[in-house]
Structures are given as C-alpha cells and as structure tokens.
C-alpha cells in the first residue's frame, strides 16, 4: 500500500517546493550507510538511485520540481550532511552549533565586557541562528556567499567566546 493517499502527496510536494523526493533520498542514503556515509560531495551523484528505491517502497511516484530532472542538493544541510559524511559528523556539528550557542548566551547573560562586546555576540547568535534555522530547508553552506558569512561569524563567536572566558 502507498505511504500518502495521493491528493496527501501531492499537498506535501508543493508545500515542501518539491523538496520530499531529495529528503527521502537523503534520508534512504543514511538508512544505507549510517556512520561514514556515501562520500562528500556524493549526493548529487548518488541521489537519483535513492530517490527510486524509496518510490518502489513507497509504491509512489516523488515529483521533481517544475523543469528539473535531479536535485543536486538535498535541501536541507543536515541529511545531506549525514547522507554524504554519516551520523558522527552530524552529531559532531550538532554540539558544535549547541556549544556555539550556549557560548554566545553565556557572554550576553553574563554581561561582562564593553556593551559593544555583548552587542557583537546578540549579532552573532542572531545570524548562526538564523543560517542554522535556513539549513532546514536550504543549502547555505554550500553557496559561497552565505557560507563565507557563517563561517567568519562562526569564527568571530569562537573568539568572542574565548576571550569572555579568559582563556589565554
């Protein structure tokens, strides 16, 4: 039996942009190779086969977006990272992204050092937060723009965080 009734489906394709065929790929890339995942840089090449085994399991057709014919991205930075490095690398961003936060609230609570200081950290969490929450639904660390913003912001909190703490 199909997983979604038809008209189900297709609400969830267009909520999603289309996005669900390049997360369930994702997701059976995982399934697949959980702890050292299918290589980087591999989800664009081996995506599609993922794709179609999830739709003989689902027994469903996934759509593609208007005028495409495969995702070279997963849309989300978290499968894809789990999908092309494996769980340990997306557990190890996880608490890196949680320390990275605690870090900066710890600076903002503590309310040590110049106004200026604690204006930079309420900044910097709020634009890490702001490209965590985008890599829910998006590729920002893979466009060099926005990837070089969060990784200088990433960064500059470290340093912050450092400093704040007293650490030589």
């Known amino acids: 039996p199909a997983v979604f009734d038809d008209e189900r489906l297709a609400q969830l394709q267009q909520v999603t942009t289309y996005r ?3 997360w369930a790929a994702a997701i059976h890339m995982i399934e697949q190779r959980p702890w050292f995942g299918h290589g980087p840089a591999s989800f664009a090449q081996r995506s599609q086969p993922h794709r179609q085994a999830v739709e003989s399991a689902w027994r469903q057709r996934l759509d593609l977006p208007p005028n495409a014919t495969l995702f070279t991205q997963a849309h989300q930075e978290y499968l ?4 092309e490095c494996g769980l340990p690398a997306l557990l190890a961003l996880v608490v890196a992204l949680v320390a990275l936060g605690l870090g900066l609230l710890g600076v ?8 200026p200081l604690r204006c930079e950290a309420l900044v910097l969490l709020a634009l890490l937060a702001a490209g965590s929450v985008s890599a829910l639904a998006w590729f920002p660390l893979q466009i060099p723009l926005t990837a070089l ?9 470290w340093r912050l965080i450092i400093d704040a703490e007293g650490v030589p």
């Open 80 to 83: 894809q990272l789990a999908a």
């Open 20 to 22: 669900l065929s390049a």
């Open 149 to 157: 913003i969060l990784l200088l912001a990433a960064g500059r909190a």
């Open 108 to 115: 903002l609570i503590r309310g040590e050092g110049p106004p």
